[in-house]
Protein backbone atom coordinates (compact mmCIF):
# COMPACT_ATOMS: atom_id res chain seq x y z
CA UNK A 1 0.00 0.00 0.00
CA UNK A 2 2.95 2.32 0.71
CA UNK A 3 4.78 1.61 -2.72
CA UNK A 4 1.42 2.35 -4.44
CA UNK A 5 0.82 5.59 -1.98
CA UNK A 6 4.39 6.69 -3.21
CA UNK A 7 3.79 6.02 -7.05
CA UNK A 8 0.50 8.04 -7.12
CA UNK A 9 1.92 11.02 -5.42
CA UNK A 10 4.66 11.05 -7.54
CA UNK A 11 2.41 10.91 -10.73
CA UNK A 12 0.08 13.53 -8.74
CA UNK A 13 3.40 16.05 -8.58
CA UNK A 14 4.60 15.41 -11.78
CA UNK A 15 1.23 16.51 -13.12
CA UNK A 16 1.25 19.31 -11.12
CA UNK A 17 4.71 20.25 -12.80
CA UNK A 18 3.65 20.01 -16.24
CA UNK A 19 0.34 21.74 -15.49
CA UNK A 20 2.14 24.94 -14.03
CA UNK A 21 4.56 24.58 -17.20
CA UNK A 22 1.66 24.58 -19.91
CA UNK A 23 0.73 27.73 -21.45
CA UNK A 24 -2.42 29.77 -19.22
CA UNK A 25 -4.63 29.37 -22.99
CA UNK A 26 -4.12 25.51 -23.12
CA UNK A 27 -4.24 24.91 -18.68
CA UNK A 28 -7.14 26.75 -18.14
CA UNK A 29 -9.71 24.69 -16.52
CA UNK A 30 -12.97 27.15 -17.08
CA UNK A 31 -14.84 27.34 -20.44
CA UNK A 32 -13.93 30.30 -23.14
CA UNK A 33 -17.41 31.74 -21.71
CA UNK A 34 -15.60 31.87 -17.78
CA UNK A 35 -16.25 35.60 -17.47
CA UNK A 36 -14.56 38.34 -14.84
CA UNK A 37 -15.95 39.26 -12.21
CA UNK A 38 -18.44 42.22 -12.53
CA UNK A 39 -17.78 45.40 -9.80
CA UNK A 40 -21.10 44.34 -8.23
CA UNK A 41 -19.67 41.24 -6.84
CA UNK A 42 -16.28 42.12 -4.84
CA UNK A 43 -14.53 39.78 -6.94
CA UNK A 44 -11.71 40.06 -9.06
CA UNK A 45 -12.42 36.57 -11.01
CA UNK A 46 -15.52 33.89 -10.40
CA UNK A 47 -16.36 31.31 -12.34
CA UNK A 48 -19.09 28.18 -11.51
CA UNK A 49 -17.36 24.98 -12.04
CA UNK A 50 -18.15 21.75 -12.23
CA UNK A 51 -19.76 18.37 -12.40
CA UNK A 52 -16.47 17.10 -11.21
CA UNK A 53 -17.20 13.40 -11.20
CA UNK A 54 -15.51 10.31 -9.69
CA UNK A 55 -14.19 7.73 -12.07
CA UNK A 56 -17.16 5.55 -11.75
CA UNK A 57 -19.62 8.64 -11.64
CA UNK A 58 -21.12 7.46 -8.30
CA UNK A 59 -19.75 10.96 -6.50
CA UNK A 60 -20.00 14.26 -7.97
CA UNK A 61 -19.04 17.98 -6.89
CA UNK A 62 -20.09 21.63 -8.57
CA UNK A 63 -19.75 24.89 -6.94
CA UNK A 64 -18.03 28.71 -7.46
CA UNK A 65 -14.84 30.05 -7.20
CA UNK A 66 -14.03 33.51 -6.30
CA UNK A 67 -10.19 35.27 -6.07
CA UNK A 68 -9.86 38.95 -4.62
CA UNK A 69 -6.69 40.66 -5.15
CA UNK A 70 -5.52 43.11 -3.22
CA UNK A 71 -5.05 46.38 -4.87
CA UNK A 72 -1.49 46.00 -5.17
CA UNK A 73 -1.87 42.81 -6.86
CA UNK A 74 0.75 41.28 -4.35
CA UNK A 75 -2.03 38.89 -2.30
CA UNK A 76 -5.31 37.08 -3.26
CA UNK A 77 -7.55 35.15 -1.01
CA UNK A 78 -9.25 32.37 -3.12
CA UNK A 79 -12.98 30.79 -1.85
CA UNK A 80 -14.12 28.06 -3.69
CA UNK A 81 -17.32 26.71 -2.54
CA UNK A 82 -20.32 24.04 -3.57
CA UNK A 83 -21.61 20.89 -3.02
CA UNK A 84 -20.83 17.25 -2.63
CA UNK A 85 -23.20 14.47 -4.31
CA UNK A 86 -23.33 11.05 -2.74
CA UNK A 87 -24.73 9.17 -5.98
CA UNK A 88 -23.83 5.65 -4.81
CA UNK A 89 -27.68 3.96 -3.71
CA UNK A 90 -25.96 0.90 -3.08
CA UNK A 91 -26.40 -0.42 0.25
CA UNK A 92 -22.66 -0.56 2.61
CA UNK A 93 -23.38 -4.00 2.55
CA UNK A 94 -23.52 -4.41 -1.64
CA UNK A 95 -20.47 -1.89 -1.72
CA UNK A 96 -22.02 1.01 -1.18
CA UNK A 97 -19.63 4.20 -0.20
CA UNK A 98 -19.51 7.97 0.55
CA UNK A 99 -18.57 10.99 -1.79
CA UNK A 100 -15.43 12.29 -1.14
CA UNK A 101 -13.65 15.51 -2.34
CA UNK A 102 -10.06 17.05 -1.84
CA UNK A 103 -9.33 20.80 -2.77
CA UNK A 104 -5.81 21.44 -2.76
CA UNK A 105 -4.04 24.99 -3.18
CA UNK A 106 -0.67 26.09 -4.84
CA UNK A 107 0.88 28.65 -3.27
CA UNK A 108 2.64 31.64 -4.92
CA UNK A 109 6.35 30.58 -5.69
CA UNK A 110 6.48 27.07 -4.64
CA UNK A 111 8.43 25.61 -7.43
CA UNK A 112 8.29 22.45 -5.97
CA UNK A 113 5.16 20.97 -6.81
CA UNK A 114 4.01 21.81 -2.87
CA UNK A 115 0.21 21.90 -2.83
CA UNK A 116 0.10 23.97 0.19
CA UNK A 117 -3.58 24.17 1.40
CA UNK A 118 -5.49 21.02 1.36
CA UNK A 119 -8.91 20.08 2.48
CA UNK A 120 -11.07 16.71 2.62
CA UNK A 121 -14.75 16.95 2.64
CA UNK A 122 -16.92 13.75 3.01
CA UNK A 123 -20.34 12.90 2.53
CA UNK A 124 -22.32 9.77 2.98
CA UNK A 125 -25.89 9.97 2.28
CA UNK A 126 -26.95 8.61 -1.10
CA UNK A 127 -29.30 11.00 -3.27
CA UNK A 128 -28.23 13.83 -1.32
CA UNK A 129 -25.50 16.59 -0.63
CA UNK A 130 -23.40 18.42 1.67
CA UNK A 131 -22.20 21.98 1.41
CA UNK A 132 -18.95 23.13 1.76
CA UNK A 133 -16.43 26.22 1.72
CA UNK A 134 -12.89 26.39 1.20
CA UNK A 135 -10.73 29.27 1.54
CA UNK A 136 -6.76 29.92 0.64
CA UNK A 137 -4.38 33.14 0.94
CA UNK A 138 -1.62 33.60 -1.76
CA UNK A 139 -2.62 31.04 -3.73
CA UNK A 140 -1.71 30.90 -7.67
CA UNK A 141 -3.69 27.38 -8.63
CA UNK A 142 -6.59 25.49 -7.06
CA UNK A 143 -7.68 21.93 -8.37
CA UNK A 144 -10.20 19.02 -6.84
CA UNK A 145 -10.59 15.39 -7.51
CA UNK A 146 -13.68 13.52 -6.62
CA UNK A 147 -13.47 10.05 -5.41
CA UNK A 148 -15.51 7.47 -2.99
CA UNK A 149 -14.66 6.38 0.11
CA UNK A 150 -16.00 3.84 2.26
CA UNK A 151 -18.22 4.47 5.67
CA UNK A 152 -14.74 3.97 7.87
CA UNK A 153 -12.41 3.83 5.62
CA UNK A 154 -9.43 6.58 5.53
CA UNK A 155 -8.24 5.74 1.72
CA UNK A 156 -10.39 6.68 -0.88
CA UNK A 157 -10.55 5.22 -4.14
CA UNK A 158 -12.38 5.13 -7.53
CA UNK A 159 -10.79 8.82 -7.80
CA UNK A 160 -11.50 11.32 -10.91
CA UNK A 161 -8.92 12.95 -12.45
CA UNK A 162 -7.69 16.36 -10.91
CA UNK A 163 -9.47 19.30 -11.91
CA UNK A 164 -8.13 22.87 -12.12
CA UNK A 165 -10.59 25.24 -11.53
CA UNK A 166 -8.38 28.43 -11.17
CA UNK A 167 -4.85 29.11 -12.29
CA UNK A 168 -3.27 32.74 -11.55
CA UNK A 169 -2.86 32.77 -15.88
CA UNK A 170 -5.64 32.11 -15.91
CA UNK A 171 -7.57 35.65 -15.43
Partial sequence: MKRLTTGLLATA????????????TAQAATP???????ASSGYDYEDYWGSVYSANHKAKAKGWIGVEWDHHQKSNEVHVSGKLY????????????CAYLKIQAHGFGDHHNY??????????????????????????????KVCQIGLHSSYPTRCGDWDYLYTAESE
Avoid: E, I, M
Fill in 13 to 24: ATAAAFALAVPA
Fill in 115 to 144: WADSKYYKYCGAGGYKKFHFSSHDTDAVRV
Fill in 86 to 97: DLDHRTYKQGGK
Fill in 32 to 38: ATASAAT
